[in-house]
């Protein structure tokens, strides 16, 4: 019997059945970091984009999640100041999925599959993987998630009806540095792909981060267990279904549920 979707949230909003390695991302050629599983062979993986001014480090639990589930994490260091080049950080996100799949990671030597490779990210760098995911040159993304996307330079609405692949998209209802109307409600209405719109309740566009971090001074919003906890769930749901062919997921990612409300779905899941 299918599991309902309350129980996939719950399930999915644990920590999954892998232990779970961190890396320097630095040793393979760009600064940053990657958690891998301990052990596996053709595995998914996710690059993941940071927000404006935040380092990956603020999203360590996020990363080591998706690895506890299966799929390699990793997040680069790069285009961190005040005025990065979306473009260059777009380039990176590209970069870094080529670095993990182009050698062995972890002791056990671990190895990731290039047909299942996605892009996720937050603020800007939700915006820098809606343009690495338009890029027409190899590998090929397969899934996007975002949480509060913040629009880029070129812009990443423009750059979403170029995208096929599936997208899910998490808005904050309580952003006020990327209000929702104008930036991740503009990149989901143009996807050209199937894609899906969620809002998160009671979520700021710092709800995701983790820690304290001095650009809280500058940005509204702080951290939120209770907007981690559904992002963790979604998008390990999301990558998942989609990196891995698995229909396990499909009822979670088809549903609304508490505090996370679908506002467009254009046919999400894989079929």
């Given at each position: 019997?299918?599991s309902?979707?309350?129980?996939?949230?719950?399930?999915?909003s644990?920590?999954?059945?892998?232990?779970?390695?961190?890396g320097?991302?630095?040793?393979?050629?760009l600064?940053g970091?990657?958690?891998?599983?301990?052990?596996?062979?053709?595995?998914?993986?996710?690059a993941?984009?940071?927000g404006?001014?935040?380092?990956?480090g603020?999203?360590?639990?996020?990363?080591?999640?998706?690895?506890?589930?299966?799929?390699?994490a990793?997040?680069?260091?790069?285009?961190?100041?005040?005025?990065?080049?979306?473009r260059?950080?777009?380039?990176?996100?590209?970069?870094?999925?080529?670095?993990?799949?182009?050698?062995?990671?972890?002791?056990?030597?671990?190895?990731?599959?290039?047909?299942k490779?996605?892009?996720?990210?937050h603020?800007?760098?939700?915006?820098?993987?809606?343009?690495?995911?338009?890029?027409?040159?190899a590998?090929?993304?397969?899934?996007?998630?975002?949480?509060?996307?913040?629009?880029?330079?070129?812009?990443?609405?423009?750059?979403?009806r170029?995208?096929?692949?599936?997208?899910?998209?998490?808005?904050a209802?309580?952003?006020l540095?990327?209000?929702?109307?104008g930036?991740?409600?503009?990149?989901?209405?143009?996807?050209?792909?199937?894609?899906?719109?969620?809002?998160?309740?009671?979520?700021?566009?710092?709800?995701?981060?983790e820690?304290?971090?001095?650009?809280?001074?500058?940005?509204?919003?702080?951290?939120?267990?209770g907007?981690?906890?559904l992002?963790?769930?979604?998008?390990?749901?999301?990558?998942?279904?989609?990196?891995?062919?698995?229909?396990?997921y499909?009822?979670?990612?088809?549903?609304?549920?508490?505090?996370?409300?679908?506002?467009?779905?254009?046919s999400?899941?894989?079929?």
């Open positions: 019997m299918a309902k979707p309350k129980e996939l949230l719950d399930e999915l644990h920590p999954g059945p892998h232990e779970v390695l961190r320097n991302l630095a040793l393979i050629g600064p970091v990657v958690f891998t599983p301990r052990a596996g062979l053709g595995l998914p993986a996710v993941f984009g940071h404006w001014l935040q380092p990956p603020r999203y360590r639990d996020l990363l080591s999640h998706l690895a506890s589930w299966g799929i390699v990793a997040a680069p260091a790069t285009q961190r100041g005040p005025l990065p080049s979306h260059i950080f777009a380039s990176d996100l590209r970069s870094t999925l080529d670095l993990v799949t182009g050698v062995r990671l972890g002791p056990d030597g671990i190895s990731v599959d290039r047909e490779l996605g892009i996720a990210g603020s800007t760098g939700a915006g820098a993987a809606v343009l690495a995911a338009a890029t027409d040159s590998p090929k993304i397969r899934a996007i998630a975002t949480y509060a996307a913040a629009q880029t330079f070129p812009s990443a609405t423009e750059a979403a170029r995208i096929t692949a599936p997208g899910l998209h998490l808005a209802e309580e952003d540095v990327a209000p929702r109307i930036h991740v409600e503009a990149i989901a209405k143009a996807w050209g792909g199937p894609v899906q719109l969620r809002t998160l309740a009671k979520s700021s566009h710092l709800a995701v981060t820690g304290r971090h001095w650009s809280q001074l500058l940005l509204h919003g702080k951290p939120h267990r907007t981690q906890r992002v963790r769930a979604l998008f390990t749901a999301f990558f998942l279904t989609h990196l891995t062919g698995t229909n396990q499909e009822p979670l990612l088809e549903a609304d549920v508490k505090k996370a409300a679908v506002d467009l779905d254009e999400p899941v894989a079929g």
